[in-house]
């Protein structure tokens, strides 16, 4: 069974202070891992996806990394716009095309 | 271009009423998936659709959940008898239908079974 687990559940940060969200995930043949930012009352807004161990992504403040047993998402020098739910989900060969996804990193920002 | 959309973006029942929600996916997306997510929990796969056609239903939790779609576009997700352990957010997705696709999600139904 695939699982992904997120850490931590909340993360609370000075406006500029960096960090970084795990993403950890057990699957049988990985297809893909996707990152997703989930505002309150909204459906979550793709981020990255990463195919292979050792892959990188960025975007503005945004890097994901990936490795074979973990992803990171490092946030540099956040600011309060970057408050939102965090969301790892992986996709395996053995579980067709349907998303896993872990509980999700409450992330906020403080100014 | 526009995204998925989906309605009513609220709907409050009574237990044991029927519900229909609906999904527009994006235009030429071919694969369409309904998930749902509940307080304190993850979003939970209910089915996939490619075409019109439902490969993976594995994800609905009972026989009184149904969807279907039709025209290779809009989706509805039918819930009979609803139950109070109904209430979530109804979120869909599509994407292109291609190997290795990201799904793009619409804004959700919130459901409130009373």
């Known amino acids: 069974e695939d699982q992904v687990t997120q850490s931590p559940e909340a993360l609370r940060l000075q406006e500029g202070e960096s960090s970084s969200l795990n993403c950890s995930y057990t699957?049988?043949?990985?297809?893909?891992l996707f990152w997703y930012r989930q505002d309150p009352g909204k459906g979550p807004e793709f981020l990255f996806t990463?195919?292979?161990a050792g892959e990188e992504k960025e975007k503005e403040r945004l890097k994901a990394t990936l490795t074979k047993k973990e992803s990171f998402l490092h946030i540099t020098a956040p600011k309060p716009e970057d408050s939102a739910t965090y969301l790892c989900?992986?996709?395996?060969?053995?579980?067709?095309?349907?998303?896993?996804f872990g509980e999700g990193t409450q992330l906020t920002v403080n100014p | 271009g526009a995204g998925v959309s989906q309605s009513p973006s609220n709907k409050v029942t009574e237990k044991g009423k029927d519900v229909e929600l609906r999904c527009d996916p994006i235009?030429?997306?071919?694969?369409l998936y309904w998930y749902r997510q509940s307080l304190g929990q993850g979003l939970e796969f209910l089915i996939y659709?490619?075409?019109?056609?439902?490969?993976?239903k594995s994800g609905l939790p009972s026989d009184r959940f149904s969807a279907e779609r039709t025209g290779g576009s809009v989706s509805t997700l039918t819930i009979q008898r609803t139950q109070q352990e109904d209430s979530a957010v109804y979120l869909c997705?599509?994407?292109?239908?291609?190997?290795?696709?990201?799904?793009?999600f619409g804004p959700g139904t919130r459901l409130l079974v009373l």
């Open positions: 659709f490619q075409g019109n056609s439902a490969p993976d």
């Open positions: 989900a992986v996709q395996a060969w053995s579980s067709g095309s349907r998303l896993t």
């Open positions: 990463l195919y292979s």
């Open positions: 997705a599509s994407s292109p239908g291609r190997l290795k696709e990201t799904q793009y």
């Open positions: 235009s030429g997306h071919t694969a």
């Open positions: 699957v049988s043949g990985l297809r893909g």
